[in-house]
């Protein structure tokens, strides 16, 4: 973490490392291989099953792994009669994609306490997202995450991710947003942007606070404000 700016860094070598990414884990045939039950549709549906999964996960010096203990079932991947397992060898694939991220945490100098080493009691995150679109697949079903940031006694995260909101839902329908709507069921595909609380080592427990937030699309023209207590 960068002590002037309480965000997170990406750099590896650095002590208190982390970065975002999408990826996907595989055991595959190799080029030419076949399955010897290609012609038998449900044996060759059990074949192939696990073979290939996908998630995503921000990597930390604290979280270095992450996947499945159940990824696919030894009686099929190990069985050289599937096709996976070759001449006694078995390939692996490993698809990553990198979010390339940057974050910044501008404190307010005069809303820290008395001791300057507390984290500030106001503070602007701002998450600057460079390769989005390689992400746009994901988005549609699963949350892109910012680093942590740290403000008050609470550590925090933005979150991104799209989902199809009704206009009720809305508030009514903005001609000028530019979003495309669905006209089947009356629901519009929308960015959507959260801030959650994200408990980590630095943090006490116990703690009750209110916060007030606003997030906004930089650039973008939209943004909303809104409270609670976490």
């Not at 009356?186 to 606003?214: F, H, N, P, Q, Y």
Request: charge should be negative.
């Amino acid at each position: 973490r960068d002590d002037a700016t309480g965000a997170s860094s990406t750099n590896a070598t650095d002590a208190d490392w982390e970065c975002f990414v999408s990826y996907e884990l595989a055991v595959v045939r190799p080029t030419g291989a076949a399955s010897p039950h290609a012609g038998s549709a449900s044996a060759g549906a059990a074949a192939e099953a696990g073979a290939r999964r996908d998630s995503w996960h921000r990597f930390s010096s604290r979280k270095k792994s992450h996947g499945w203990c159940d990824f696919a079932r030894s009686a099929v991947v190990l069985d050289s009669k599937n096709g996976y397992l070759v001449d006694d060898t078995l390939t692996v694939e490993a698809r990553v994609i990198f979010l390339n991220e940057s974050s910044e945490l501008v404190a307010e100098p005069a809303s820290s306490g008395k001791n300057t080493d507390e984290p500030p009691l106001t503070g602007k995150f701002t998450w600057t997202v460079e390769n989005l679109r390689h992400f746009a697949v994901m988005l549609k079903t699963q949350k892109v995450m910012s680093p942590s940031f740290v403000v008050g006694d609470c550590a925090f995260r933005i979150s991104a991710y799209q989902s199809a909101v009704k206009r009720s839902a809305r508030g009514g329908k903005n001609a000028e947003d530019g979003a495309a709507e669905d006209q089947s069921d009356g629901a519009t595909e929308c960015l959507s942007l959260c801030l959650e609380s994200k408990e980590i080592d630095t943090i006490s427990g116990d703690k009750v606070g209110a916060l007030s937030a606003r997030t906004a699309a930089l650039g973008a023209g939209a943004g909303g404000a809104s409270h609670g207590r976490v």
